[in-house]
T-cell receptor, first 114, second 113 residues
């Protein structure tokens, strides 16, 4: 079956612009996670959704970052007034539920802020 | 969640077993050990997980010490396609249904022809 998909695969934007990154989880997966990975770094947790609600937003680095999920499926991560330090690969993962289920990752969106 | 420590990098000859260690000395009784890997330019991929018994699947084996303070991921016959960064993480079994997963920088495994 189809895995987690993300779009766009690459995004180049100017500093100060807003960007939206999209994640389509595996059908039927209720839990969805956003991470980011800067060059040479590990994965940094951003936010977690169970259904449409986000019980843990603790990883969002600033109030410029927000995310939503609709219909228990697609999620959008929005970064407002992008800064150069926002440049990273943004990864989305989904799992069958939020318990002890392995996470399946998408290919990521490479964001470059110039 | 318990912190894990892994070597930054390792080399392994193609066809030989790759043994990747992980220390998780502060692991608690309800935390599982998970391994993921990330091949260059791809998202992480689940490999295997275990609680206290050794586990084996089609990808790898997981050996967990009796005191559960360390584990070893074994790729029995490494191929060039196994070159990747390998992440060892620990996750609470039941925490109100939610688990925040923290990935460190992992071990970069280079399989050498």
């Amino acid at each position: 079956g189809a895995g987690v998909s993300q779009s766009p695969s690459n995004k180049v934007t100017e500093k100060g612009k807003d960007v939206e990154l999209r994640c389509d989880p595996i059908s039927g997966h209720t839990a969805l996670y956003w991470y980011r990975q800067s060059l040479g770094q590990g994965l940094e947790f951003l936010i977690y959704f169970q259904g449409n609600s986000a019980p843990d937003k603790s990883g969002l680095p600033s109030d410029r970052f927000s995310a939503e999920r609709t219909g228990g499926s697609v999620s959008t991560l929005t970064i407002q007034r992008t800064q150069q330090e926002d440049s990273a690969v943004y990864l989305c993962a989904s799992s069958l539920a939020s318990g002890l289920y392995e996470q399946y990752f998408g290919p990521g969106t490479r964001l470059t802020v110039t | 969640d318990a912190k894990t420590t892994q070597p930054t990098s390792m080399d392994c000859a193609e066809g030989r077993a790759a043994n990747l260690p992980c220390n998780h000395s502060t692991i608690s009784g309800n935390e599982y050990v998970y391994w993921y890997r990330q091949i260059h330019s791809q998202g992480p991929q689940y490999i295997i997980h275990g609680l206290k018994n050794n586990e084996t699947n089609e990808m790898a084996s997981l050996i967990i010490t009796e005191d559960r303070k360390s584990s070893t991921l074994i790729l029995p016959h490494a191929t060039l396609r196994d070159t990747a960064v390998y992440y060892c993480i620990v996750r609470v079994a039941n925490s109100g249904g939610y688990q925040k997963v923290t990935f460190g920088i992992g071990t970069k495994l280079q399989v050498i022809p």
